[in-house]
Protein backbone atom coordinates (compact mmCIF):
# COMPACT_ATOMS: atom_id res chain seq x y z
CA UNK A 1 0.00 0.00 0.00
CA UNK A 2 1.76 3.80 -1.05
CA UNK A 3 -0.07 5.16 1.94
CA UNK A 4 -1.54 8.68 1.74
CA UNK A 5 -0.66 10.59 -1.04
CA UNK A 6 0.62 14.43 -0.70
CA UNK A 7 1.01 16.71 -3.42
CA UNK A 8 3.44 18.77 -3.99
CA UNK A 9 5.45 18.73 -1.35
CA UNK A 10 6.64 22.14 -1.13
CA UNK A 11 5.02 25.43 -2.37
CA UNK A 12 6.48 28.65 -2.38
CA UNK A 13 3.67 31.46 -4.11
CA UNK A 14 3.40 35.45 -3.51
CA UNK A 15 0.62 36.92 -1.01
CA UNK A 16 -3.01 36.60 -3.07
CA UNK A 17 -2.44 33.75 -5.24
CA UNK A 18 -4.56 30.80 -5.20
CA UNK A 19 -2.91 27.54 -3.43
CA UNK A 20 -4.34 24.28 -4.02
CA UNK A 21 -3.30 21.22 -2.02
CA UNK A 22 -4.06 17.53 -3.16
CA UNK A 23 -4.04 14.68 -0.84
CA UNK A 24 -5.55 11.10 -2.02
CA UNK A 25 -6.02 8.65 0.38
CA UNK A 26 -5.21 5.01 1.28
CA UNK A 27 -7.05 2.39 -1.00
CA UNK A 28 -10.16 1.55 0.97
CA UNK A 29 -10.19 4.32 3.80
CA UNK A 30 -13.85 6.30 4.17
CA UNK A 31 -12.35 9.24 5.95
CA UNK A 32 -10.42 12.26 5.58
CA UNK A 33 -8.95 14.55 7.51
CA UNK A 34 -6.88 17.88 6.42
CA UNK A 35 -4.57 19.31 9.74
CA UNK A 36 -2.41 22.33 10.21
CA UNK A 37 0.95 22.76 11.77
CA UNK A 38 2.34 25.59 13.11
CA UNK A 39 4.84 26.29 15.79
CA UNK A 40 3.17 28.83 17.49
CA UNK A 41 -0.52 26.78 17.36
CA UNK A 42 0.89 23.06 16.95
CA UNK A 43 -1.71 20.64 14.97
CA UNK A 44 -5.31 21.76 14.22
CA UNK A 45 -7.27 19.64 12.72
CA UNK A 46 -9.13 22.12 10.11
CA UNK A 47 -11.98 19.87 8.21
CA UNK A 48 -12.88 16.71 8.16
CA UNK A 49 -14.93 14.28 5.57
CA UNK A 50 -16.79 10.73 6.47
CA UNK A 51 -17.87 9.33 2.80
CA UNK A 52 -17.10 12.16 1.04
CA UNK A 53 -19.66 14.53 3.20
CA UNK A 54 -18.30 16.87 5.19
CA UNK A 55 -18.79 16.40 8.85
CA UNK A 56 -16.67 18.98 10.63
CA UNK A 57 -15.40 22.12 9.45
CA UNK A 58 -15.21 24.09 12.38
CA UNK A 59 -11.61 24.33 12.55
CA UNK A 60 -11.44 26.05 8.62
CA UNK A 61 -9.74 29.86 9.33
CA UNK A 62 -11.90 31.51 7.11
CA UNK A 63 -14.01 31.89 4.07
CA UNK A 64 -10.44 31.82 1.85
CA UNK A 65 -10.22 28.36 2.50
CA UNK A 66 -12.30 25.54 1.24
CA UNK A 67 -11.97 21.98 0.93
CA UNK A 68 -13.46 19.27 -1.17
CA UNK A 69 -13.74 15.34 -1.92
CA UNK A 70 -14.85 15.20 -5.66
CA UNK A 71 -14.48 10.84 -5.12
CA UNK A 72 -13.76 8.45 -2.76
CA UNK A 73 -10.19 8.93 -2.70
CA UNK A 74 -9.41 12.44 -3.40
CA UNK A 75 -9.43 15.67 -2.05
CA UNK A 76 -7.80 19.14 -2.08
CA UNK A 77 -8.09 21.91 0.21
CA UNK A 78 -7.75 25.61 -1.61
CA UNK A 79 -6.73 28.56 -0.32
CA UNK A 80 -7.74 32.04 -2.24
CA UNK A 81 -6.31 34.59 -1.74
CA UNK A 82 -3.13 33.42 0.08
CA UNK A 83 -1.84 34.97 3.45
CA UNK A 84 1.49 35.08 4.87
CA UNK A 85 0.15 33.68 8.16
CA UNK A 86 -1.33 30.98 6.00
CA UNK A 87 2.49 29.27 5.77
CA UNK A 88 2.79 26.53 7.34
CA UNK A 89 2.73 22.72 7.46
CA UNK A 90 -0.33 20.74 5.61
CA UNK A 91 -1.15 17.25 6.55
CA UNK A 92 -4.04 15.16 4.87
CA UNK A 93 -5.08 11.86 7.36
CA UNK A 94 -7.07 8.85 6.56
CA UNK A 95 -9.16 6.56 7.95
CA UNK A 96 -11.35 3.53 8.22
CA UNK A 97 -14.59 4.86 10.53
CA UNK A 98 -17.77 5.78 11.12
CA UNK A 99 -17.05 7.74 14.13
CA UNK A 100 -13.71 9.96 13.16
CA UNK A 101 -11.89 8.33 16.15
CA UNK A 102 -9.87 5.73 14.52
CA UNK A 103 -6.34 5.21 13.47
CA UNK A 104 -5.58 7.93 11.77
CA UNK A 105 -2.57 7.32 8.55
CA UNK A 106 -0.57 10.64 7.28
CA UNK A 107 0.34 11.80 4.45
CA UNK A 108 4.21 13.41 4.13
CA UNK A 109 2.29 17.05 4.52
CA UNK A 110 2.63 19.80 2.32
CA UNK A 111 5.00 22.57 3.35
CA UNK A 112 3.19 26.49 2.64
CA UNK A 113 5.46 28.91 2.55
CA UNK A 114 3.51 32.74 1.44
CA UNK A 115 5.87 35.29 1.19
CA UNK B 1 -12.93 22.27 24.91
CA UNK B 2 -9.65 19.59 25.32
CA UNK B 3 -6.84 20.81 26.59
CA UNK B 4 -3.93 17.99 25.82
CA UNK B 5 -0.46 19.16 27.59
CA UNK B 6 2.92 17.14 27.02
CA UNK B 7 5.28 17.84 29.59
CA UNK B 8 8.73 18.01 28.92
CA UNK B 9 9.04 19.46 25.68
CA UNK B 10 12.04 17.74 24.83
CA UNK B 11 14.04 15.19 26.35
CA UNK B 12 17.69 14.07 25.92
CA UNK B 13 18.72 10.54 27.56
CA UNK B 14 21.86 8.10 26.71
CA UNK B 15 21.11 5.06 24.52
CA UNK B 16 19.62 1.95 26.75
CA UNK B 17 18.09 4.39 29.10
CA UNK B 18 13.98 3.48 29.63
CA UNK B 19 11.90 6.42 29.80
CA UNK B 20 8.67 7.60 30.18
CA UNK B 21 6.75 10.69 28.44
CA UNK B 22 3.59 12.06 30.03
CA UNK B 23 0.64 12.88 28.38
CA UNK B 24 -2.51 14.97 30.65
CA UNK B 25 -5.55 16.37 29.50
CA UNK B 26 -8.33 18.10 31.12
CA UNK B 27 -11.56 16.38 30.31
CA UNK B 28 -11.95 12.71 31.51
CA UNK B 29 -15.31 12.14 29.19
CA UNK B 30 -12.68 10.98 26.71
CA UNK B 31 -12.97 8.25 23.38
CA UNK B 32 -10.09 6.69 22.78
CA UNK B 33 -6.53 8.45 23.12
CA UNK B 34 -3.03 8.13 20.35
CA UNK B 35 0.70 8.20 20.58
CA UNK B 36 2.23 9.33 17.31
CA UNK B 37 5.98 9.74 16.38
CA UNK B 38 6.59 12.61 14.03
CA UNK B 39 10.31 12.55 12.47
CA UNK B 40 12.21 15.96 11.45
CA UNK B 41 10.28 17.15 7.97
CA UNK B 42 7.51 13.76 8.09
CA UNK B 43 3.97 13.09 8.87
CA UNK B 44 3.03 11.36 11.85
CA UNK B 45 3.01 7.69 12.78
CA UNK B 46 0.46 5.79 14.63
CA UNK B 47 2.58 4.03 17.62
CA UNK B 48 -0.72 3.24 19.87
CA UNK B 49 -4.04 3.47 20.06
CA UNK B 50 -6.15 3.06 23.95
CA UNK B 51 -9.78 2.82 23.77
CA UNK B 52 -11.40 4.43 26.95
CA UNK B 53 -12.10 1.17 28.21
CA UNK B 54 -8.58 -0.08 28.20
CA UNK B 55 -5.47 0.45 31.03
CA UNK B 56 -2.61 0.03 28.28
CA UNK B 57 -1.34 -1.11 25.21
CA UNK B 58 1.98 -2.66 23.91
CA UNK B 59 3.75 -2.83 20.46
CA UNK B 60 7.48 -4.02 21.12
CA UNK B 61 9.88 -1.60 23.22
CA UNK B 62 6.64 0.51 23.68
CA UNK B 63 4.11 0.51 26.26
CA UNK B 64 1.08 2.79 26.81
CA UNK B 65 -1.26 3.40 29.80
CA UNK B 66 -4.22 4.92 30.40
CA UNK B 67 -5.63 6.44 33.37
CA UNK B 68 -9.15 8.28 32.86
CA UNK B 69 -9.84 9.58 36.38
CA UNK B 70 -6.80 11.59 36.69
CA UNK B 71 -6.67 12.37 32.91
CA UNK B 72 -2.91 10.79 32.66
CA UNK B 73 -1.03 8.82 29.97
CA UNK B 74 2.18 7.56 29.58
CA UNK B 75 4.53 6.58 26.88
CA UNK B 76 6.53 4.19 27.96
CA UNK B 77 9.84 2.89 25.81
CA UNK B 78 12.38 0.70 27.09
CA UNK B 79 16.10 0.27 26.41
CA UNK B 80 16.18 3.23 24.21
CA UNK B 81 17.65 3.74 21.05
CA UNK B 82 19.59 6.87 18.82
CA UNK B 83 16.90 5.05 15.91
CA UNK B 84 13.79 6.35 18.77
CA UNK B 85 15.17 10.50 18.40
CA UNK B 86 11.85 12.05 17.11
CA UNK B 87 8.89 14.10 18.63
CA UNK B 88 6.16 11.88 20.21
CA UNK B 89 2.52 13.28 20.68
CA UNK B 90 -0.77 12.44 21.98
CA UNK B 91 -3.72 12.58 20.44
CA UNK B 92 -7.32 12.26 22.93
CA UNK B 93 -10.08 11.16 20.85
CA UNK B 94 -13.42 13.88 22.13
CA UNK B 95 -16.21 11.64 21.25
CA UNK B 96 -18.70 14.56 21.97
CA UNK B 97 -16.85 16.39 19.69
CA UNK B 98 -15.61 13.51 16.95
CA UNK B 99 -12.02 14.98 16.98
CA UNK B 100 -8.57 14.61 18.24
CA UNK B 101 -7.58 16.86 20.47
CA UNK B 102 -2.96 17.21 20.07
CA UNK B 103 -0.65 17.75 22.22
CA UNK B 104 2.17 19.84 21.31
CA UNK B 105 4.61 17.32 21.75
CA UNK B 106 8.00 16.03 23.44
CA UNK B 107 10.97 15.63 21.35
CA UNK B 108 13.46 13.24 22.69
CA UNK B 109 16.63 12.61 21.44
CA UNK B 110 19.02 9.43 22.46
CA UNK B 111 22.58 10.22 22.55
CA UNK B 112 24.75 7.09 21.15
Known amino acids: DAGVIQSPRHEVTEMGQEVTLRCKLI?????LFWYRQTMMRGLELLIY????????DSGMPEDRFSAKMPNASFSTLKIQPSEPRDSAVYFC?????????????FGPGTRLTVL | KQEVTQIPAALSVPEGENLVLNCSFT??????LQWFRQDPGKGLTSLLL?????REQTSGRLNASLDKSSGRSTLYIAASQPGDSATYLC???????????FGSGTKLNVKP
Open chain 1, 27 to 31: SGHNS
Open chain 2, 50 to 54: IQSSQ
Open chain 1, 49 to 56: FNNNVPID
Open chain 1, 93 to 105: ASSWTSGGLDTQY
Open chain 2, 27 to 32: DSAIYN
Open chain 2, 91 to 101: AVGQYNFNKFY
